[in-house]
Structure formats: C-alpha cells, structure tokens
C-alpha cells in the first residue's frame, strides 16, 4: 500500500516559469517530510524538508507548502531552471527515521 | 557526489542465483540504509544497520540479508533470485543513529537485473 503518492508522473515547464509538484499521503503519524531530486545514473539528493507544525518552508527558488488537513505536499520552484530537470520525491517520516517514498515525479523544463 | 559509494553500478545474473551488493557510507556516518526501487515504484525501506547492529526493518524478503561490518561499509546479499527482484538498489547513510529525523545521502545505486 503506497502511503505517500505523486500522481503526476512527468510535468513539463517552460523556463522561468513555477514549477509544482504535488504529493498525497494517507499516514497522518507522518509528521516530517522531505524532497529529494534525481538525476540519471545518481542517487536521490535532499532539496528541502518541512516538519508539520509549519505549513511553509523556503529555500532560494524552492518552497514546499503543507496542507496536513488536506494530507497535501507541494513543492514550488521560481523560476525553473534547465538544470532543475530532474525526477522529484517526495518522502514522509513516521516515527524516529522511517522514511516512505513516493513514486516520483519526472520535471523537465524547456529552455 | 554524497559521498556514499555503491558498487557494483550494475549487475546482471540468472534466476536462482546469489549475488552480494557493497556499500560504503559518508565518512563518519554510522547508518546505513537500504532501499529497493523497482519500475513504476517509489523506493521500498528494506533495512538499517547502526554501527553494526540492525536497527530496524522494512519490506525486505527472507531471501534477502544485510550486514554492517566493523569498517562501517554494508553488504546486501539476495540469494534465490526471482525475475521480480529486477530493480535499482540504493544505500543511503546519516551521521547518527535513526532515533531523530536527519537527512539521509544515497549513493548512486545497484541496477540488478535478473534474466
């Protein structure tokens, strides 16, 4: 049972316009969660994360909103950048270090 | 680079067979995680070992084994094989034990394929 879902398999942005990436979980002990980005032939690398007692945390062009009423995460990306072309996770925690992924969403943006 | 290293990069091997994947975590990291990544399908806990000692266990098979050795680097071992065990394999590392939320560094993964 997949607990935390990306039901947008690729999303395609023109340059220097937002990218958004959404993500859906079921588990509300999950209290901690994460983005992580993915280039081919890599591993996954931390972007950004938000604890649920914030419903927003920012970092340069990158935010992710939470909605834990809604078990709702987005991430938010001004401007896109070529480079940001990528495959995007979202993952939740539950408990000390128990990470869930989601399926991952694939961003490409256009120069 | 994370700084985690996964070897071998790729691995390719028949049904019924045994095959070992290696890690090394960051330096001075004394987690390490493994996760499995098949197609169409976000990445699986399987396992994490703390300095040693299995700390905690996810969806992972009684086919599959982990250990951590004294050097701190892991070994995933898969033995009988089945078509379904075909995925990326990733380890991932963190500085301390697992009991508070810290960002975890994957390596660059296994791809296994099994014919």
């Known amino acids: 049972d997949q607990q935390v879902k990306q039901n947008s398999p690729s999303l395609s942005v023109q340059e220097g316009r937002i990218s958004i990436l959404n993500c859906d979980y079921t588990n509300s002990m999950f209290d901690y969660f994460l983005w992580y980005k993915k280039y081919p032939a890599e591993g996954p690398t931390f972007l950004i994360s938000?604890?649920?007692?914030?419903d927003k945390n920012e970092d340069g062009r990158f935010t992710v909103f939470l909605n834990k009423s809604a078990k709702h995460l987005s991430l938010h990306i001004v401007p896109s950048q070529p480079g940001d072309s990528a495959v995007y996770f979202c993952a939740a925690i539950e408990g000390p270090n128990q990470f869930y992924f989601g399926t991952g969403t694939s961003l490409t943006v256009i120069p | 680079d994370s700084g985690v290293t996964q070897t071998p990069k790729h691995l390719i091997t028949a049904t019924g067979q045994r095959v070992t994947l290696r890690c090394s975590p960051r330096s001075g990291d004394l987690s390490v995680y493994w996760y499995q990544q098949s197609l169409d399908q976000g990445l699986q806990f399987l396992i994490h070992y703390y300095n040693g000692e299995e700390r905690a266990k996810g969806n992972i098979l009684e086919r599959f084994s982990a250990q951590q050795f004294p050097d701190l680097h892991s070994e995933l071992n898969l033995s009988s094989l089945e078509l379904g065990d075909s995925a990326l394999y990733f380890c991932?590392?963190?500085?301390?034990?697992?009991?508070?939320?810290?960002?975890?560094?994957f390596g660059p993964g296994t791809r296994l394929l099994v014919l």
């Open positions: 938000i604890s649920s007692i914030k």
């Open positions: 991932a590392s963190s500085g301390g034990e697992g009991r508070r939320k810290e960002t975890q560094y």
